[in-house]
């Protein structure tokens, strides 16, 4: 299958190779996890010990590593595991396993479902765009139609991971990617990039973004987001993230961060307050969308129509914090 180009890789390894394996299915995360030892050569930690932190993997590597000679392990993680937190930990310098491959084990029959579902749809995409390899287990022959969405949809959730089909017990080959230096992009970033080339066969899976100087209104902007994540009135948005601003918060840039019908406004900096002499900063909204049958002028219309209008945009940033705002409210934002 299509896979990923040779940024971020490196054929080298300082330090006893590690390949983390995650996934929601614990059965098939498991089973590919240890044939992949097997096939490796390298040693299997099962998920049981991982959760036990990056101290105890250290342990492990120092008792097993300098008495056996062992190149390498493979590390399960439980489907609770921050794929963030995993990659910094075995990224750091003074770790002795060195995280060459963060392998995500998928299901494509579940796919659909575990994005419908509130308590898994985050975690599963954060595991697919972390992911240097994708492992997928394919449908039912007969379900073609919905494979080929499921990994057009895989495709510009994580296009620089390499895709492999599982098939018949056989394992990926080598991938050595150079996680200390960057983790492979997610197709949010590509697209914001201007980097993100969508695949030939997409399976109806559309991206696009959105631009606009304008702050948002709150309140027009909540019934845009009702319509779109609600009832769908779009297309299915199955990812959307960048970066927004609230007019009712206009000295905070937020990042817009949305799976399924969960959407997530963080606070990530604060602009200069009125009377610091300087301009209001970084207004406006860059965001890219992931979808299914995406209507991307129906919908950059309606986000066209929650920005402020030009009498709004006029009366200034005092009458704009006068708006009522139903987002939820922000403890803190760090000032640069």
Request: net charge negative.
């Amino acid at each position: 299958m299509q896979g990923s180009d040779e940024r971020g890789r490196s054929p080298i390894v300082d330090g006893i190779e590690a390949i983390a394996v995650v996934g929601l299915c614990a059965a098939e995360r498991r089973r590919y996890a240890m044939g992949l030892a097997r096939d490796r050569g390298f040693v299997f930690v099962p998920a049981e010990q991982t959760e036990q932190g990056i101290e105890a993997i250290d342990r492990l590597v120092d008792l097993v590593g300098m008495t056996s000679g062992v190149h390498g392990f493979v590390l399960e993680y439980g489907e609770d595991a921050d794929c963030a937190e995993i990659i910094g930990a075995l990224s750091a310098p003074d770790t002795r396993a060195v995280l060459t491959d963060l392998v995500c084990v998928l299901d494509l029959a579940c796919l659909r479902s575990d994005l419908d579902s509130e308590a898994r749809a985050g975690a599963l995409v954060a595991q697919i765009e972390f992911a240097s390899t994708l492992a997928l287990l394919a449908p039912d022959a007969a379900d073609s139609a919905g494979a080929e969405a499921a990994i057009g949809l895989i495709a510009h959730l994580a296009p620089e991971a390499e895709r492999f089909l599982l098939r018949d017990g056989a394992v990926h080959e080598p991938v050595c990617w150079q996680f200390g230096h960057r983790p492979p992009a997610a197709g949010w970033t590509a697209i914001l990039n201007s980097e993100f080339r969508p695949p030939v066969h997409s399976g109806g899976v559309r991206a696009c973004r959105f631009e606009q100087p304008r702050p948002f209104h709150p309140r027009r902007l909540q019934a845009v987001l009702e319509a779109a994540l609600g009832r769908g009135c779009w297309g299915r948005i199955v990812r959307s993230a960048g970066f927004a601003k609230l007019a009712s918060r206009p000295y905070v840039t937020a990042h817009w961060d949305q799976t399924g019908t969960l959407l997530t406004l963080a606070p990530l900096t604060a602009d200069p307050l009125p009377g610091d002499g300087a301009e209001l900063l970084a207004l406006g909204q860059d965001l890219a969308f992931i979808g299914i049958d995406l209507d991307e002028a129906g919908l950059c219309s309606a986000l066209e129509s929650a920005v402020l209008t030009d009498a709004e945009l006029l009366a200034g940033p005092m009458a704009w914090l006068q708006y009522v705002d139903e987002f939820p409210a922000w403890d803190s934002a760090r000032r640069s």
